[in-house]
Nanobody, 125 residues
Framework: QVQLVESGGGLVQGGGSLRLSCAAS????????MGWFRQAPGKERECVAA????????YYADSMEARFTISRDNAKNSLYLHMNSLKPEDTAVYYC??????????????????WGQGTQVTVSS
C-alpha cells in the first residue's frame, strides 16, 4: 500500500504561482511512476505531468511544460508541481498518483494504482 497526501493548493490570482506537494508513505519502494493529474468540474481527469520515479524521464501534457514543472525528492518521498503564470482555466482539483506496476502508459489515469485525496487550485481572473 502507498499513501499519498497533497498540499499547497489554494486561491491565486491569474498570473500567479503555486507549488503543490505530495508526500508519499507506506510501501514507497514499489513506486515506478508518479504523476500529477487534475480534474475540473464537468471534465475528465487529465494528466498534467509525470516522472519516472526510478529514473530521470519526465512527461508533460501539451501546453503544460511551458508553465508547469514536475520535480521530486526521492529521499523525502515527495513529489512537487511548480505552476507559474496560472490561468483561470487551470482551476481544478489536483491529484497526485502513483504507479506500482510498469508497462502502462503514464498519461492515463486508469493506469495509476494509488491516489491522493486532491487539493483544490482556484485561479481568479
Amino acid at each position: 500500500q502507498v499513501q499519498l497526501v497533497e498540499s499547497g493548493g489554494g486561491l491565486v490570482q491569474g498570473g500567479g504561482s503555486l507549488r503543490l506537494s505530495c508526500a508519499a508513505s507506506g510501501h514507497t519502494f514499489m513506486m515506478i511512476t508518479m504523476g500529477w493529474f487534475r480534474q475540473a468540474p464537468g471534465k475528465e481527469r487529465e494528466c498534467v505531468a509525470a516522472v519516472d520515479w526510478r529514473g530521470s524521464s519526465t512527461y508533460y501534457a501539451d501546453s503544460m511544460e511551458a508553465r508547469f514543472t514536475i520535480s521530486r525528492d526521492n529521499a523525502k518521498n515527495s513529489l512537487y508541481l511548480h505552476m507559474n503564470s496560472l490561468k483561470p482555466e487551470d482551476t481544478a482539483v489536483y491529484y497526485c498518483a502513483a504507479q506500482v506496476f510498469g508497462g502502462r502508459a503514464f498519461y492515463e489515469a486508469q493506469n495509476y494504482d494509488y491516489w491522493g485525496q486532491g487539493t483544490q487550485v482556484t485561479v481568479s481572473s
